[in-house]
């Protein structure tokens, strides 16, 4: 059982940055791979990010490498997606997923915070 709460979303202009949050609380957390989702309008939800419990691995989306960065603090059970050179096509809602894992080629996740809208405009 695991409780997500996104946090840090916004309006930006290209090439600007934000940091997206995640608090988690749950049993799972401390052993769980993490990641972030996003979904923009008319499009199915995309996986962007994720991390394992011990930040000694980190996956990303190739269209977010080198932009994006995911981290996570575990004292204090949150995850973050630091944004930088932010796009029109970043525009989504992000959402944070635990535990994640890819099966078959697809990054999925069991528990799922609410959102966060990242919007950027042109």
């Known amino acids: 059982q695991v409780r997500l709460v996104e946090s840090g979303g916004g309006l930006v202009q290209a090439g600007g940055s934000l940091r997206l949050s995640c608090a988690a609380s749950g049993r799972t957390f401390s052993t769980a791979t993490m990641g972030w989702f996003r979904q923009a309008p008319g499009k199915a939800r995309e996986f962007v990010a994720a991390i394992s419990w011990s930040s000694s691995s980190t996956w990303y989306v190739d269209s977010v490498k080198g932009r994006f960065t995911i981290s996570r603090d575990n004292a204090k059970n949150t995850v973050y997606l630091q944004m930088n050179s932010l796009k029109f096509e970043d525009t989504a809602v992000y959402y944070c997923?635990?535990?994640?894992?890819?099966?078959?080629?697809?990054?999925?996740?069991?528990?799922w915070g609410q959102g966060t809208q990242v919007t950027v405009s042109s």
């Open positions: 997923a635990a535990p994640v894992s890819n099966v078959l080629g697809r990054w999925i996740g069991d528990y």
